[in-house]
């Protein structure tokens, strides 16, 4: 995808959790550079060094630590994000910019990543407008997981015009994965979460 470059930290002291949030935003299709940070109290030197867009934090890190963690955050202008996977009360959550949980699914975790973090929306919507109306067409069903020959079939075209079709559109996204594709129609108002078939 044409567009800046997100820079996130997640500070998470899992190495599970860590590895599996870091690999799905990195096959994502985004433009993500993904860092980690064992603890809240060397957020400070790492967003000096990394530049940080986004810091997704574990809130079991702000334990005890509370004033701590705003006068970090009042210090840097990245934005703030929760990842949730057990219970916290809305006090400690209402301190994020935005919560992620462990719950929710990639396309979930990108969108929300994508709009608290600002990312390129208006150029995306640029792009969108380059789609033509039967690109745009075809781009639907691809999200709707359809392949090639049942594209042409319900487009009533040929199997070449729907991989031309699809050629053009990744060339004009920059993206060829169907879940990145998923993202940018759903954040370009292509298509709403319900519309998807599961």
Known sequence: MAGRRINIAIVEPSQIVFEGLSNMLLKSGQHYQVYKIDDLEEVPFSVTENDLNLIIVNPSQLQNRVKAFKIIKKN???QWMALVYSFFSNDILSLFDGVV????NSDEIILNINRITGADVAEENQQQESLSERETE????????????????????SIHTVISHRKNISQKTGIKSQSGLTIYALSNKIISMDNISL
């Open 76 to 78: 840097t202008s990245a």
């Open 101 to 104: 949980r462990v719950t929710d």
């Open 138 to 157: 075809v781009l639907v069903q691809l999200v709707n997981g359809l392949s090639n020959k049942e594209i042409a079939d319900k487009l009533n075209i």
